[in-house]
């Protein structure tokens, strides 16, 4: 099993160190990933939106769609890059409810959980006004429009700015069904 434990360097002291070889057993190994941050400003919500908004909806394919967000946010620093990821997760969560999914999923449908995902990611690459239309009145949801690409997006930009492997989870969980206060 792998646990990913994200903390500022900082945090790291005999202590800490102490209690992960309490918690952990000897046949443990620990990877450890440096992200340097930089001395950048937060990622702001209109930068997050700038971005969204560079998605070029007159290209012909998926790849080409994508592209120039991919180049505006790898232009961005690093630090940009994980905060978008984290911002575009916390979006996807407070679609993540009951109420949204039985606008895309009518009784007696099944939900599928990726559909679901795709078509909430499709609104948040809608662009912010429609985002916040949908998050305030499920009921204008459309149901037919996906865009699992947006997904990738925060990887993408990253790969590009660094040529390595965007290892990274953001802190929220934006499956279906992680939002459990959206579904009760």
Known sequence: MTTKISVSLSAIDDDFLRQLKDKYSG????DIQVVELDEEPTLTETDFWNI?????WDAPNTDAILEPAIQALSQQPLSHIYQFEDMLAEK???LDTAAHANVAYPEPQRISEDGF?????????????YYTEVLNNPALLDADDDF?????????????????????????????????????
């Open 27 to 30: 046949h443990t190994r620990l």
């Open 52 to 56: 969204i908004d560079a998605l070029d």
């Open 117 to 129: 995902l795709y078509v909430r990611a499709a609104v948040l690459a809608s662009g912010q006004e």
């Open 92 to 94: 996807l969560f407070q």
């Open 148 to 184: 699992e690409p947006i997904l990738s997006l925060a990887a993408l930009a990253y790969e590009r700015k660094t040529g390595k492997d965007f290892d990274y989870i953001a802190p929220v969980d934006y499956e279906t069904y992680a939002n459990e206060a959206g579904w009760e």
